[in-house]
């Protein structure tokens, strides 16, 4: 029998929220402040529609519970598509709106396993297996979550959510070239795609970052290829943010976003081998290295524990000259507070400053703190 093609626009810049993992605050601001559902019917109609599917006839208590999902009302969704599921275990779009709505009520586990039924019953479905790996990166699952959301891009075809999500992994996991090639395969089939636009530049600071802090350890020669290939990367990545800033004019973060696009020109001028006036120096090239004396551990917090969310966080930050931290800037994140709180624990780190010719001077280093339920 025929079915309707999914909405799953509430769901599209939910998985920038969660992938904000690595990915940012703009795209949570878009998650928070609006969804594609709550846009104007012609403003979604420049969206990409998911491949159609088909399922069995949808009984009129699973469209009560579709709606209830709809409307915002999630708690009354979960508790009548839950007895549905419980009467009709091949409903595959019970189950798929029953993980939406216990993914929205940040009920992870339960989301996970409602979703892995729907796709039980659905296995080519575009829309069951973004949402699924959705719920897999929430888990800190991110390599299960990659699996499926390369399903997803197989199945959906020009489905930007699934190119989207995959690439979102891709930089999570700091697959940047990975990253890259996603972003711009979503943004081939929707420009205007405010989160691609984000992950894009957010992937070429990445790629800038990462060719000069390798050019460090090569010859001259090659060390000023790398240099430029940064620079071109970081001006591609402004210019790219600068666009996301165009389409999500209301974003409440994007002052944040600006001091983020400040703060990466910061380490690129300073880590530049070709400034003079440089200050912040990598390990190699200092007479003693920064020592650290005092690490502590960061909280786990109560909705991780709940969510069983586990995984690394990674932080770039500079120990500064003057024995202060500096810079904290996370490349790698978790969600449910986890980032928040690996920043709160770095700014407690004491250590004695790096030394360079006998003078105390600042050091950049990449810390990495890992969480697990025990």
Known sequence: MRFTRHNLAPQTLAVALVLSGSLPAAPQALAKQQSLADTPRQQQQQQPAPSATVTTATPSDTLRGVEFYKQGKYKEAVK???????????????????????????????????????????????????????????????????????????????????????AAINYRVGRLPQALEGAEAALKINPAFPSAHYLKGQTLLGLSDQALTNSRSETPELRTVLAEKADARFVEAVQTLETFMRLAPAAPEIPKLREEIA????????????????????????????????????????????????????????????????????????????????????????????????????????????????
Do not use: C
């Open 80 to 166: 009548l598509l839950r007895d549905v599921t419980k009467k009709r275990g091949e409903d595959a779009q019970a189950w798929f709106y029953l993980g939406l709505s216990y993914l929205k009520a940040e009920e992870i586990k339960k989301a996970t396993e409602a979703l892995q039924r729907a796709r039980s019953l659905r296995p080519t479905d575009d829309a069951t297996l973004i949402a699924l790996a959705l719920a897999l990166v929430r888990t800190g699952d991110d390599y299960g979550a990659m699996q499926v959301a390369t399903e997803a891009v197989k199945h959906g075809g020009r489905n930007v959510e699934a190119h989207y999500m995959l």
């Open 263 to 374: 703060q990466m020109r910061l380490y690129r001028d300073a880590l530049n081998p070709a400034n003079p006036n440089r200050t912040i120096y990598a390990a190699r090239e200092l007479t003693t290295r920064a020592n650290v004396i005092y690490k502590p551990p960061p909280g786990y917090t109560p909705q991780a524990r709940r969510n069983g969310t586990t995984g690394m966080v990674r932080l770039r930050i500079v120990l500064g000259a003057d024995g202060t931290i500096q810079h904290i800037y996370p490349t790698r994140t978790l969600p449910d507070g986890l980032t928040e709180a690996a920043i709160a624990a770095a700014r407690k780190i004491k250590f004695t400053p790096a030394l360079k010719d006998g003078r105390p001077v600042s050091q950049f280093v990449v810390i990495e703190y890992n969480f697990n339920i025990y």
